[in-house]
Nanobody
Framework: QVLLVESGGGLVQPGGSLRLSCAAS????????MSWYRQAPGKERELVAT????????NYADSVKGRFIISRDNAKKTVYLQMNSLKPEDAAVYYC???????????WGKGTLVTVSP
């Protein structure tokens, strides 16, 4: 059974930091590109960051460049999103996504809520 379980969301003040984690199981983690998406109320889901290999290059949405860092640990089958200098507009449900490299296979987690408020 494929599972992606996000954790680490919560309430944080503007300017604060959070670290999200996504623990994966049920598939060959290293063969998948891992991404974080987010969806705010009334808005479409948007791609935040993607990483293919540990220590490899990552891609970020312009809105989070310089503030967020995505990383992965293939031994732990976990992907992380370090979020710094959080802004109210970063508030959303954050979803973990796994996409099989070279194949049309996608898995999604159920999401974790991030609230940014004074």
């Amino acid at each position: 059974q494929v599972l992606l379980v996000e954790s680490g969301g919560g309430l944080v003040q503007p300017g604060g930091s959070l670290r999200l984690s996504c623990a994966a199981s049920g598939f060959t983690f290293s063969s998948y590109a891992m991404s974080w998406y987010r969806q705010a109320p009334g808005k479409e889901r948007e791609l935040v960051a993607t990483i293919i290999s540990p220590g490899g290059s990552a891609n970020y949405a312009d809105s989070v460049k310089g503030r967020f860092i995505i990383s992965r640990d293939n031994a732990k089958k976990t992907v992380y999103l370090q979020m710094n200098s959080l802004k109210p507009e970063d508030a959303a449900v954050y979803y973990c996504n796994a996409k099989r490299i070279g194949f049309p296979i996608n898995y999604w987690g159920k999401g974790t809520l991030v609230t940014v408020s004074p």
